[in-house]
T-cell receptor, first 115, second 115 residues
Framework: AQKITQTQPGMFVQEKEAVTLDCTYD???????LFWYKQPSSGEMIFLIY??????QNATEGRYSLNFQKARKSANLVISASQLGDSAMYFC????????????FGSGTRLQVQP | NAGVMQNPRHLVRRRGQEARLRCSPM?????VYWYRQLPEEGLKFMVY????????ESGMPKERFSAEFPKEGPSILRIQQVVRGDSAAYFC?????????????FGPGTRLTVL
């Protein structure tokens, strides 16, 4: 079974600053994928970034990067140069190579970007 | 290339009525997942289907809930005799394969309100 823990219910960041959203995971699978999704107030789920367990490099997608520390089982999302449009809920999720073939989500972090 | 489509976007039902939620996956995707999101919570897996087969329904309540993905047409999530606790956002996602490295593309969700 997989478990995702997001310990920050809410975060504030000033516009143009960087922010790190924490995510720790637990799994007995050797191979797995880690995902981050953004959910704005309009409600849709927007894929941001993916990290495979065997990827040696940290994933990056534009202003998003994933700080992957396998030994610590953490997969923190870093957003650089925050923008007002980044205000949203952010969910960390994972899927392993055994057992349930579906994403397990954390409880989310609500990010508010202040001007 | 159209994304995952869900309809209706909003559905209001009275207690005891039936709710039918539809999901058309992305073109070329044969793997469909249904998730439920209660207010202020993360998404929870309900059921995973491939064409004409239910692969994993371990997250779906045993009573009143059913899902199908016929050979032709959209996937349907059916909730019989709805209760107030069924009020939630129901998301459908599709992927081209079942591996953990496959991104799941989400639809916009159906917001079900039970009066």
């Amino acid at each position: 079974a997989q478990k995702i823990t997001q310990t920050q219910p809410g975060m504030f960041v000033q516009e143009k600053e960087a922010v790190t959203l924490d995510c720790t995971y637990d799994t007995s699978d050797q191979s797995y994928g880690l995902f981050w999704y953004k959910q704005p107030s309009s409600g849709e789920m927007i894929f941001l970034i993916y990290q495979g367990s065997y990827d040696e490099q940290n994933a990056t997608e534009g202003r998003y990067s994933l700080n992957f520390q396998k030994a610590r089982k953490s997969a923190n999302l870093v957003i650089s140069a925050s923008q007002l449009g980044d205000s949203a809920m952010y969910f960390c999720a994972m899927m392993g190579d055994t057992g349930r073939r579906a994403l397990t989500f954390g409880s989310g972090t609500r990010l508010q970007v202040q001007p | 290339n159209a994304g995952v489509m869900q309809n209706p976007r909003h559905l209001v039902r009275r207690r005891g009525q039936e709710a039918r939620l539809r999901c058309s996956p992305m073109k070329g995707h044969s793997h469909v997942y249904w998730y439920r999101q209660l207010p202020e919570e993360g998404l929870k897996f309900m059921v995973y289907l491939q064409k004409e087969n239910i692969i994993d329904e371990s997250g779906m309540p045993k009573e009143r809930f059913s899902a199908e993905f016929p050979k032709e047409g959209p996937s349907i999530l059916r909730i019989q005799q709805v209760v107030r606790g069924d009020s939630a956002a129901y998301f459908c996602a599709s992927s081209p394969g079942q591996g953990y490295y496959n991104e799941q593309f989400f639809g916009p969700g159906t917001r079900l309100t039970v009066l």
